[in-house]
């Protein structure tokens, strides 16, 4: 079974406060992506990795970075939070002749005061 | 325009019943597409993949309408279980595979 975990299940930060989002999956997956879902906005791509060291911008990625030293585990960072990062993220990842086929971890619920 | 655009619901029938999902999709070049499905304050979990010729899969059937660039999900005999919002997905990815996800369609069966 791919299983894809995630560092936290609910955070509590403060505005400024860097956050440190870790996810791994045990798949031996090419792919992985970090996304936030919003309700009524959906899921929305903020970065994803193809390979180890490269990191492409989905569509939201200003104010996240990312970073991906090894092929398991994809971290995803908030440098200076800010009140309108507070969201469920979520980490994906899939083969990458098979990318439509992504399996998530369980989410993490970010709140930042 | 959303690029993926589906109607939120939520669709509330009882359990037997036959229920349909659409979804229309703006970007022509989409390569591939599918229907996910989310549990309350769960993950993501993919259903089944769309194909052009219409795919089936025990009580659930997926069509794809390249012409009318709309998508459907059918859902025969609904069970209490089948209750879950149902994310239309869309790869509008060429090399990268891209997914651009719908909102959701939330369904509630009752008994």
């Known amino acids: 079974d791919v299983k894809v975990t995630q560092s936290s299940r609910y955070l509590v930060k403060r505005t400024g406060e860097k956050v440190f989002l870790e996810c791994v999956q045990d798949?031996?997956?090419?792919?992985m992506f970090w996304y936030r879902q919003d309700p009524g906005l959906g899921l929305r791509l903020i970065y994803f990795?193809?390979?180890?060291?490269?990191?492409e911008k989905g569509d939201i990625p200003e104010g996240y970075s990312v970073s991906r030293e090894k092929k398991e585990r994809f971290s995803l960072i908030l440098e200076s939070a800010s009140t309108n990062q507070t969201s469920m993220y979520l980490c994906?990842?899939?083969?990458?002749?098979?990318?439509?086929?992504?399996?998530f971890g369980p989410g993490t619920r970010l709140t930042v005061t | 325009r959303k690029e993926v655009e589906q109607d939120p619901g939520p669709f509330n029938v009882p359990e037997g019943a036959t229920v349909a999902f659409n979804c229309t999709y703006s970007?022509?070049?989409?390569?591939?597409f599918f229907w996910y499905r989310q549990d309350c304050r769960k993950e993501p979990k993919l259903l089944m993949s769309?194909?052009?010729s219409g795919n089936e899969d025990g009580r659930f059937t997926a069509q794809l309408n390249r012409a009318s660039q709309y998508i459907s999900l059918l859902i025969r005999d609904s069970k209490l279980s089948d209750s879950a919002t149902y994310l239309c997905v869309v790869n509008e990815g060429t090399g990268f595979q891209k997914l651009v996800f719908g909102t959701g369609t939330r369904l509630l069966v009752s008994p």
């Open positions: 970007n022509s070049a989409s390569q591939s």
């Open positions: 798949m031996d997956h090419e792919n």
């Open positions: 994906a990842s899939s083969f990458s002749d098979r990318g439509g086929e992504q399996y």
């Open positions: 990795s193809y390979d180890v060291k490269m990191k």
């Open positions: 769309v194909y052009s």
